[in-house]
């Protein structure tokens, strides 16, 4: 399987807290994108880092990419309840295929 | 929001018998995906498509076949539905940007 695995499961915080996940994929990539899915919907784009870059950000969110460790981590500064989804990383080594993640639930509470 | 409408959105169907369902965009995006979610797994891709009448493998698509005869939409397949096909498919699309578009899910439920 190409996927990868999203780090912890299962997140549970206070609001204003920060919430951190990361993901680790198996190949080597062209770039890694990250996706919020709240309950019973589709997922929507957060953010895509490319295999050259090591840090980027978007509002409250901060990716960043370790190619040498396959891996990236995602960081949500002072949450919100409204942040409350499971989050999903996915990885393009193919260049038309997009794989992703088992998830992070993340759980903001008021 | 790229617009894709999935149909069906809830389905329950019989052991054996066989299931479409259907991804439409408005977008005139080139590729096309289909993915099944479960619990444990995340997203897995099961077909893509990358024009008209071009169409690959993900990897789980074994028991699926998919179509695509328009650009504007993409058809899955399940021949012979199984238990193990209840899921929820997402379709998705891709228009070579930094984003890949979803649509809002097809509930399948084999009984």
């Known amino acids: 399987s190409q996927q990868g695995e999203e780090d912890p499961q299962a997140l549970s915080i206070q609001e204003g807290e920060n919430a951190t996940m990361n993901c680790s994929y198996k190949?080597?990539?062209?770039?890694l994108q990250w996706y919020r899915q709240n309950s019973g919907r589709g997922l929507v784009h957060l953010i895509l880092?490319?295999?050259?870059?090591r840090e980027k950000h978007s509002g409250r969110l901060r990716v960043t990419l370790d190619t040498s460790k396959k891996s990236s981590s995602l960081l949500i500064t002072a949450s919100r309840a409204a942040d409350t989804a499971s989050y999903f990383c996915a990885t393009d080594y193919t260049g038309n295929q997009f794989y992703f993640g088992t998830g992070t639930s993340l759980t903001v509470i008021p | 929001d790229a617009g894709i409408t999935q149909s069906p959105r809830h389905k329950v169907t019989e052991t054996g018998t066989p299931v479409t369902l259907r991804c439409h965009q408005t977008e005139n995006h080139r590729y096309m995906y289909w993915y099944r979610q479960d619990p444990g797994h995340g997203l897995r891709l099961i077909h893509y498509s990358y024009g008209v009448k071009d169409t690959d493998k993900g990897e789980v698509s074994d028991g699926y076949s998919v179509s695509r005869s328009k650009t504007e939409d993409f058809l899955l397949t399940l021949e012979s539905a199984t238990s193990s096909q209840t899921s929820v498919y997402f379709c998705?699309?891709?228009?070579?940007?930094?984003?890949?578009?979803f649509g809002e899910g097809s509930w399948l439920t084999v009984v």
């Open positions: 880092i490319r295999s050259n870059e």
């Open positions: 190949t080597s990539i062209n770039n």
């Open positions: 998705a699309t891709w228009d070579l940007s930094n984003t890949i578009y």
